[in-house]
C-alpha cells in the first residue's frame, strides 16, 4: 500500500514496486539514501518520505532523485487462511465472559439483558468460529466496565492463567469498552510470562443492533488467540468506520478515544501490533517488537489500591491534595499535567514533603501525545528537584495501574522509582514517529 | 485541494476542476446523488465521498458513475493579500501579553529568560507586521501558563475589553501554551460579545530554535485579528508538521493534544472556524456559523472556584469525593466519566445526595471524542435519576471552566442545569460529521 501518495510519487513508486515500509534505496546528486518509506504526510504530491536509520524521517523531492531502489520488501509477517483451522479435540481457545455489551443477549419477551457467552450459545451466534478453532466457554462474572475494581482484574488474571495451564493456545477477555484499558493494563503487569494472546474484547453496539461489531470482534478474537504468535495482552476491536479488519493494540498503550464509535480503541504513542482481517481469516503482523509466546504462563496480580490520580487544572486548590494525602494515607500518585509535565509552582512543596515521606509521585500529561520532559521549564526542574518522577510517555491510565502494582511489590521509594521508569512490558516507548500523532482534518 | 485521493478518482476529479467542499452532482443508474465532496477516508482509489443533504457521507466507485458535474465551488470566504494592508495612524491589533514561551527572550550574556513583548522588540523581531497592521502592544503579566488561575483569566478579559474601547480591531493574547485552552474558554465566557476576534497564541519552540513556531504563529495571529471576520475567542497556532498554514480553533472546542508538537493544539468535536496562510497573507474562512463582529464589547467576568473535576477511574474510592464534598463545600462538580457517561454505580447515592444538597453534577467523557449519552446503559439511567446532567460533547475542561463562570452568576440549581447544557459562545456541537475524528496511522 501507497498511504497517502498521489500523482508524480505514486506513479513512480507503483511501477517500482515499491510499498509503505519497504527498505529504498535513492540517490540524489552525490548523496545515497537508504531508509524506510514512510507514508505521504505532505501536501506536495511529489514528496517521498523516508525513515533513516538514525530514526529521522526526511522529504524528498522525487524529482530531484537520479535513482529509485528497492532493497528490501517490507518484512510484515502474515498469518494466512491455509493456516487457520481448527485442530480436532480439546479447547484452544477459552472465552471468559465478565460481562459488557459483547456478551449481552436482549430476551424479547421480557426484554431483560443477560449474559449469552455460555459455549453453545457463541457456536450458535457465530458457527464460523468451529471452522477456526474449537473454544470452551466460561462465566467468570457478569459486571458492567464502569463497575470494574482492582479486586476483579486479580480473578480476571488468575482465570487467565488457568485456562494457560488447561492448554488452551490463547485466551479471550470479554469485557465491556468502559474500562476495558484499565483491565487491559492490570492484566500486562499481572503476567508477564504468557504462553499466548490475552485478547480482550468488547463491542460498541449490542449484537441486537444491525451494526453491531460484536460478531466481527470476536470471530478475529478467536483467530488472534489461537494464532498469533503473541505472549502479550492486547485489546482487538474495529479499526476503522467500514468492517474490513479489526486491530490488535497492546494492552498498555491503547486508550477508548470516543464514547460511540466502533474504531474508539485507539493506540497512542505506539503502533498497534496486528491488523485481523477476519473474513479473510489473516493475520498481519504490523511489527517485530512484540512481545513473544513463552514457554509458562506466571501470575502475579497484586495491586495496592491506596493510589490517587490527580488531573491538574488551573484553579484546583492545593489543600485538596494535602486534605487526599494526608486523610488516605496514599502511598503513590500519578499526576496527569500540563504539556510536558507541569503543574502549578504552587505545588512544590507539597510534593517534596510527600516524596520525603515516601510517597511516590509520578508525572504523565494530560495531552496523552507525547512525552514529558521536565527539563525544559523552571517548574519542571522544580518538580524534579521535590523528588517527581517524570513517566516518559505512560498515558495517566496505565501509569496508575502500574503504580497500583509496583506499590503492592515494593515499599522502597528508589525502588519503586526505577521500576516506573522500567519498561516491563512495552508501556513506555522510547522511539516515536512522527505518523504516530493522528491526522485531523481540517476542512 | 483533493485532500487524501489517489489514482483515478484524483485524476478524474482534477480534470473536472474539483476540489474537496465543492457541490457535486453525480449520476449512478437511475439514480442522482447532490452534494458536498469529501476529503477520501477509502484505501480503495477509485471511491470519493460525497456528504449529502441529510448529513449521511456516501461512498461511490468512481467507475460506477455514468456522470460527474460541478455545480457550485465551494463557497469559502477567502481574504486576500490585497485587502490585507494596514492603514496608517492609531493601532489596529493590540498584543496583550502574559507570558510563555513565545515571548520570552534569552538574553545572551546571562542566560535568564525575560519577556519580550514592548512594541518595539515585537516589530524588531517581525517587521513584516508592519505591512499588516499597526500594532500597540501590553505587557500584562509574565507568569509561566501552569501557574494560570481564575484571578488572572478576569484581568485578561478585562484588558481585552480595554483594547476594544481603545478601538482595535482586534487583540492578541500571547500565552503559555500548557494552560491556553483554560484561559480561552474563560474569556469565550467572560466576553459573550465581541467587537473582533480574541486571539491567543502561543509557541511550542521558543524562538532561539531554528524550528521555532513563533514568528508565524505571531504574524498570523495578526493577520487574523485585524481581517477575521469573527466575533469570538479564538486559538490559532501551527497546523501541521509543515510550515504551510495556522488553524484558528474555537476557543471553547479546542485541546493541547501533544506535549512538544508545533500542531499540538486541535480542534475536538468541532471544525476549526479558519486557516491562516501567513506567507500568502490570506484567510479561508472554514465554515459560516462563526459568531460575528458585534457593535459593542460586553464584559462579565466572574468565577466561583468551588468546582472540582472528578476524573474516574476503577479503584477510586468513593470517600475521596465524599470527603472534598463536604470539607470544601464545593458548588459544582465535572464528571470525566466513562464512555457514554458513567462511573461506578457506587457513586450513585453520593450524587443524589449532593444534586438533593443543590450541587451541580455534570457529565463529561474522558474520551473526549463523541458525545455522552446516559440513556443506552442502566449505570447511566441511574446516574440521570440521581440528578446528575449529561454535558453533550463538551471537553471536561471546558464544562469545568464554563461552570465556574455559572456558579458565580447562578443560586438556583434548576437555572444552572439549564445554562449548562445551552449552548453559549459554541462549546456544545450537536451536529457531529465522521471526519471530526481522527484518522491513525495503522501501518
Known sequence: MLEGYRGKAYEILSKLNIEVGDLIEVRKGDMVIKGILLPSYSKDEKIIVIKLDNGYNV???IENLSEIKLLAKASKKIITSEEISPKKGKSEVKIISTGGTIVSKVEYETGAVRPALTTEEIIQFLPEINEIANIEAEILFSILSENMKPEYWVKIAEAVKRAFDEGNNGVIIAHGTDTMSYTAAALAFSLQSLQGPVVLVGSQRSS????SDS??????????AKYAPFGEVVVNMHAESS????LAHRGVKVRKMHSSRRDAFQSINDKPLAKIFW???KIIINRDDYIKRKEETKLDSKFDERVFLL??????KSEILEFIISNFKIRGMIIAGTGLGHTSSEYVEIFRKATKDGIFVGMTTQCLFGRVNMNVYTTGRQLLDAGVTPLEDMLPEVALVKLMWVLAHEDDLEKIKQIMTTNLVGEINMRHSLDLFPRWSHE
Request: no cysteine; aromatic share 14%; hydrophobic share 30%.
Open 59 to 61: 522529504g524528498l523531492s
Open 243 to 246: 468492517d474490513t479488519y479489526t
Open 279 to 281: 473474513k479473510e481469516r
Open 311 to 316: 488531573y491538574y487544572y488551573p484553579g484546583l
Open 215 to 224: 460478531a466481527i470482534n470476536l470471530l478475529s478474537s478467536v483467530i488472534l
Open 208 to 211: 441486537d443492533r444491525p451494526s
